[in-house]
């Protein structure tokens, strides 16, 4: 079996930079090392990390390997991410990892993670628009939501905190721009989460 080097890249510019190996938030690089090690072993600890060599890329924060030879598991795992978005045919271990950087790529504007290799046709790229998920998880949509009511309060810098009143007298907290409703004192766009999960049972 031909040796394989894979790049296990972490893509992040939630902290209004853009994550390099010259400044990474410590917790965001720990984080992202751990998982990246998880992906390798899966639950056979089918690559003992122990003794594996890895450099990281100059340019981005990424992890690469030493040329793996006896991994096939792994390899099949990662053309298999490829193949579509549904995740039972992973190993548990790496399902786990690929579900919790969908969620965090849902959950926090400008993160991505990638992965690529030689032997794969183009990059695996888990970010806030691929839908990686187990066939019988919850199907997230895009949606929008819209509501009527008096602003009552503005406070937070960027994003703004806006504090609406609903006719039914209960208050809704949702962030907006302070230059919009500056700018229009009726009206006012604000955002909602941008998605919603519905219950596999009901599709």
Same mark, same amino acid.
């Given at each position: 079996?031909?040796?394989?080097? %894979?790049?296990?890249?972490?893509?992040?510019?939630?902290?209004? *930079?853009?994550?390099?190996?010259?400044?990474?938030?410590?917790?965001?690089?720990?984080?992202?090392?751990?998982?990246?090690? /998880?992906?390798?072993?899966?639950?056979?600890?089918?690559?003992?990390?122990?003794?594996?060599?890895?450099?990281?890329?100059?340019?981005?924060?990424? %992890?690469?390997?030493?040329?793996?030879?006896?991994?096939?598991?792994?390899?099949?795992?990662? &053309?298999?991410?490829?193949?579509?978005?549904?995740?039972?045919?992973?190993?548990?271990?790496?399902?786990?990892? #690929?579900?919790?950087?969908? /969620?965090?790529?849902?959950?926090?504007?400008?993160?991505?993670? &990638?992965?690529?290799?030689? *032997?794969?046709?183009?990059?695996?790229?888990?970010?806030?628009?691929?839908?990686?998920?187990?066939?019988?998880?919850?199907?997230?949509?895009?949606?929008? /939501?819209?509501?009527?009511?008096?602003?009552?309060?503005?406070?937070?810098?960027?994003?703004?905190?806006?504090?609406?009143?609903?006719?039914?007298?209960?208050?809704?907290?949702?962030?907006?721009?302070?230059?919009?409703?500056?700018?229009?004192? &009726?009206?006012?766009? #604000?955002?909602?989460?941008?998605?919603?999960?519905?219950?596999?049972?009901?599709?």
């Amino acid at each position: 079996m031909q040796a394989e080097t %894979i790049t296990f890249a972490l893509v992040d510019t939630s902290a209004g *930079f853009e994550a390099t190996p010259e400044r990474v938030r410590l917790e965001s690089l720990t984080r992202f090392s751990g998982d990246v090690e /998880r992906l390798l072993k899966g639950s056979g600890k089918e690559v003992d990390t122990s003794t594996l060599e890895v450099a990281l890329v100059s340019g981005a924060v990424a %992890i690469r390997t030493a040329p793996l030879t006896m991994a096939p598991t792994l390899l099949r795992d990662l &053309r298999a991410l490829l193949d579509g978005e549904i995740l039972d045919a992973l190993d548990s271990k790496r399902r786990e990892v #690929i579900e919790k950087w969908q /969620r965090l790529a849902r959950q926090t504007p400008g993160l991505a993670f &990638r992965i690529s290799a030689p *032997f794969l046709p183009r990059p695996v790229v888990v970010d806030s628009q691929s839908d990686y998920r187990a066939d019988d998880a919850d199907q997230w949509v895009q949606v929008e /939501r819209y509501v009527t009511g008096e602003i009552q309060d503005l406070g937070g810098a960027t994003p703004a905190n806006a504090h609406v009143r609903l006719p039914d007298g209960s208050t809704l907290t949702v962030t907006t721009d302070r230059e919009v409703l500056r700018d229009d004192r &009726r009206t006012a766009s #604000i955002s909602v989460p941008r998605y919603a999960s519905v219950p596999s049972t009901t599709c």
